[in-house]
Nanobody, 118 residues
Framework: QVQLVESGGGAVQSGGSLRLSCAAS????????MGWYRQAPGKQRELVGS???????DYADSVKGRFTISRDNAKNVVFLQMNSLKPEDTAVYYC????????????RGQGTQVTVSS
C-alpha cells in the first residue's frame, strides 16, 4: 500500500520559514519524481516544484529563490524548505510521487496546512 505522509505544516508570520517533509512508503522512492503542490481556498491547485530521481529541481515562478526541494533517497523522504513566507503562500500543501517508466503511476498525500499571517 502506497502512503505519502506530509508533516511540518503550521502557522507562521510573514517572513518566517517552515520545512515540510513527506515520508513515502510502498514505492521504490528513488525511481519517482517527487513534487509539491498547493491549493488555497477558492483557487486551483498549483505546482510548487518538483525534484526528479536524478535530483534536478524545478519551481513555480512565485516561489523561486524562496523555496527549496530536496530528497533523501536513503530515508524515502522529500523536503520543501520554505523561506521568506508570504500570506499568499497560505494553502494546503500536498506531496506527490510520479513515474512514467517502466510503468505509469501517480500518488498523492493527504496534505498539510500552511498558514502565513501578515
Amino acid at each position: 500500500q502506497v502512503q505519502l505522509v506530509e508533516s511540518g505544516g503550521g502557522a507562521v508570520q510573514s517572513g518566517g520559514s517552515l520545512r515540510l517533509s513527506c515520508a513515502a512508503s510502498g514505492i521504490t522512492f528513488s525511481m519517482y519524481t517527487m513534487g509539491w503542490y498547493r491549493q488555497a481556498p477558492g483557487k486551483q491547485r498549483e505546482l510548487v516544484g518538483s525534484i526528479t530521481r536524478g535530483g534536478s529541481t524545478d519551481y513555480a515562478d512565485s516561489v523561486k529563490g524562496r523555496f527549496t526541494i530536496s530528497r533523501d533517497n536513503a530515508k524515502n523522504v522529500v523536503f520543501l524548505q520554505m523561506n521568506s513566507l508570504k500570506p499568499e503562500d497560505t494553502a494546503v500543501y500536498y506531496c506527490t510521487a510520479d513515474i512514467v517508466a517502466p510503468f505509469r503511476a501517480n500518488h498523492r498525500g493527504q496534505g498539510t496546512q500552511v498558514t502565513v499571517s501578515s
